[in-house]
């Protein structure tokens, strides 16, 4: 199999530079790999405490089938 040098000499140089746009935008930081956050963790009790998971997700659902005005 080819090394990856090798295959990117074979591309065109258009195709070469969209290699190189590409290599730079992986390895900005905001596209480095992050552990997810779990700030949202909670939030439901503080908008609606009365209702339990189950009555939430009906609820989305609900929503969810409503027309949009």
């Given at each position: 199999m080819q090394d990856l040098a090798e295959?990117?000499?074979?591309l065109t140089p258009e195709q070469q530079?969209?290699?190189?746009?590409?290599?730079?935008?992986?390895?900005r930081s905001s596209m480095a790999p992050r552990l997810p956050r779990l700030n949202w963790v909670g939030k439901a009790q503080e908008i609606a405490p009365h209702l339990d998971s189950v009555e939430l997700q009906?609820?989305?659902?609900?929503?969810?089938?409503?027309?949009?005005?």
């Amino acid at each position: 199999m080819q090394d990856l040098a090798e295959k990117i000499r074979l591309l065109t140089p258009e195709q070469q530079q969209l290699i190189g746009e590409l290599v730079e935008m992986l390895s900005r930081s905001s596209m480095a790999p992050r552990l997810p956050r779990l700030n949202w963790v909670g939030k439901a009790q503080e908008i609606a405490p009365h209702l339990d998971s189950v009555e939430l997700q009906h609820l989305i659902s609900k929503w969810r089938c409503e027309p949009h005005s």
